[in-house]
């Protein structure tokens, strides 16, 4: 079971990109699944999350983020996309994508998240 991150870089204050999940060993709509981010010295947060595809696929945003990122599902590809828009320098993080542990729903609780990507860092400067 893997989940592999990609897709950081460095882009613009305003700018946007498009973060990638890519899961392995596990049917990804069967589960759901978060993002998480961590900026130098700081704790690893929550930001986003999508449930399983049989629990309807909702999605969920922390406050700092809403209306700025929106995730979603491709299932034929088991991934999972975080397309960020409007980015600030304070969005400067590795970006994680996780599989929660078991449960159709969305948790914030990053405990309950068992299986993690190795992290795609994204850069937002000028």
């Known amino acids: 079971v893997q989940l592999q991150a990609s897709g950081g870089g460095l882009v613009q204050p305003g700018g946007s990109l498009r973060l990638s999940c890519a899961a392995s060993?596990?049917?990804?709509?069967?589960?759901?699944v978060g993002w998480f981010r961590q900026a130098p010295g700081k704790a690893r947060e929550w930001i986003s999350c999508?449930?399983?595809?049989?629990?309807?696929?909702?999605?969920y945003y922390a406050g700092s983020v809403e209306g700025r990122l929106t995730i979603s599902r491709d299932n034929a590809n088991n991934m999972v996309h975080l397309q960020m828009n409007s980015l600030k320098p304070e969005d400067t993080a590795v970006y994680y994508c996780?599989?929660?542990?078991?449960?159709?729903?969305?948790?914030?609780?990053?405990?309950?998240?068992?299986?993690w990507g190795q992290g795609t860092l994204v850069t937002v400067s000028s």
């Open positions: 996780a599989k929660k542990r078991a449960g159709a729903g969305c948790t914030t609780d990053i405990s309950d998240y068992n299986t």
């Open positions: 060993g596990f049917t990804s709509p069967y589960y759901a």
């Open positions: 999508i449930s399983s595809r049989t629990s309807g696929g909702s999605t």
